[in-house]
């Protein structure tokens, strides 16, 4: 897509010292992918750690080692 913005050259000079791309499209680029990657593992560890919560919540009322595992493996089925 092609789009036409206005970059703040001095966070471009500094962005590009982290990386050995040298061309302002390929700086974005990398910079898009990055943020993408970053978002996409905050997304994946928020949805572990909710299911963690809804575990450790289940097990906290369960005694018994037999049930906890069958609780966990429900919950992995989701």
Do not use: F, P, W
């Amino acid at each position: 897509m092609r789009t036409n913005i206005q970059l703040d050259d001095a966070l471009l000079a500094e962005a590009a010292k982290y990386t050995a791309t040298r061309s302002k499209k390929g700086l974005v680029h990398e910079a898009l992918s990055l943020y993408v990657t970053t978002k996409r593992e905050e997304r994946r560890r928020m949805t572990y750690r909710e299911r963690l919560q809804r575990v450790r919540a289940k097990t906290s009322k369960v005694r018994g080692c037999g049930d906890a595992h069958e609780l966990v493996r429900q919950d992995r089925a989701r």
